[in-house]
């Protein structure tokens, strides 16, 4: 269980923290103590989740920045480091789907997805890491899916990026072991209250999708942000290169 103040004097960054699941994120790492860094592209929305967590007492600022841009990545993330100090958190939110049954979609589409959920991942991992390395430790937390675990139908592509994203973290657990820093994976279920797929979940299908839930309900962005709270955590101390489902009992895979 973690504590409040248990992240106190620590750095974190939030890709995709202006919105849905990364909001939630920011607000409860900033509830456990750290300076929080919220990074998306949108600055209105980037700017209000800095005021919700300066209203609970917490730090945060606000980084507007598209993750699919490199040199405004590298340059982010030097701003993080001159104004907060070296994250010592990476969470890897920022993500985008378009539900689209397969033989509808088009190349343009492939790449997009690909560019902001893979690439764009990539893109931050590499301007943090040597950073981390240099402090011989760190954390990053990247937000997969159970989409990229078992498969879902409209999701082909995202799927696909989702799941490059799990590899990736593995990898980059065994390359990363050797300067302390871990690197974990949580894969939501279907969540409500976002902007991703609020308007799909509405309704009928909503209700469809609780049922099929062994705990009978979609999850929240909450429920995402405790177990990255946890991931972030002293008791995730022995943990690296792991997935953990955050669905209600959805997959249950071994
Ligand atoms: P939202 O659409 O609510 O939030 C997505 C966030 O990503 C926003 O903050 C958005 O901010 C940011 N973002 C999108 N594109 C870029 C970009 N190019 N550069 C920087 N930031 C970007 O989605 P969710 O909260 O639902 O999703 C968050 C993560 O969780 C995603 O990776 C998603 O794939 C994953 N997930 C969600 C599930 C769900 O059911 N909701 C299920 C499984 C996984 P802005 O527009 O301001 O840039």
């Not at 929305?45 to 945060?60: L, Q, R, T, W, Y």
């Not at 397969?102 to 343009?108: K, R, Y």
């Not at 760190?138 to 799941?163: F, Q």
């Not at 405790?226 to 249950?252: H, K, N, P, W």
């Amino acid at each position: 269980m973690s504590d409040a103040g248990e992240l106190s004097g620590r750095v974190a960054l939030v890709t995709g923290g202006s919105a849905g699941i990364g909001r939630a994120i920011c607000l409860k790492l900033a509830r456990l103590g750290a300076a929080v860094a919220v990074m998306a592209r949108r600055e209105s929305a980037v700017v209000k989740v800095v005021s919700e967590i300066e209203a609970e007492g917490g730090k945060g600022l606000a980084v507007v920045c598209d993750v699919t841009d490199y040199a405004a990545v590298t340059a982010a993330v030097d701003r993080v480091v001159v104004e907060l100090g070296v994250p010592y958190i990476l969470v890897n939110n920022a993500g985008i789907d378009v539900v689209r049954m397969f033989v509808d979609t088009d190349e343009a589409l492939w790449r997009r997805l690909v560019d902001v959920n893979y690439i764009g991942f990539l893109a931050v991992t590499h301007a943090v890491a040597p950073k981390m390395i240099e402090k011989k430790s760190g954390l990053m937390i990247n937000i997969g899916s159970d989409a990229g675990r078992v498969g879902n139908p409209g999701d082909v592509v995202y799927c696909g990026t989702k799941a490059a994203m799990m590899a990736t973290s593995k990898a980059l657990a065994r390359e990363f072991a050797r300067y302390g820093i871990r690197v974990n994976c949580v894969a939501p279920g279907p969540i409500r209250d976002t902007e991703l797929l609020d308007a799909f979940y509405e309704g009928e299908m909503g209700e469809k999708m609780a049922n099929m839930v062994p705990l009978r309900r979609l999850g929240t962005p909450e429920d995402v942000a405790d177990v990255v709270g946890f991931f972030a955590s002293e008791d995730a101390r022995y943990l690296t290169g792991q997935i953990l489902s955050v669905d209600g009992g959805l997959t249950m895979i071994s």
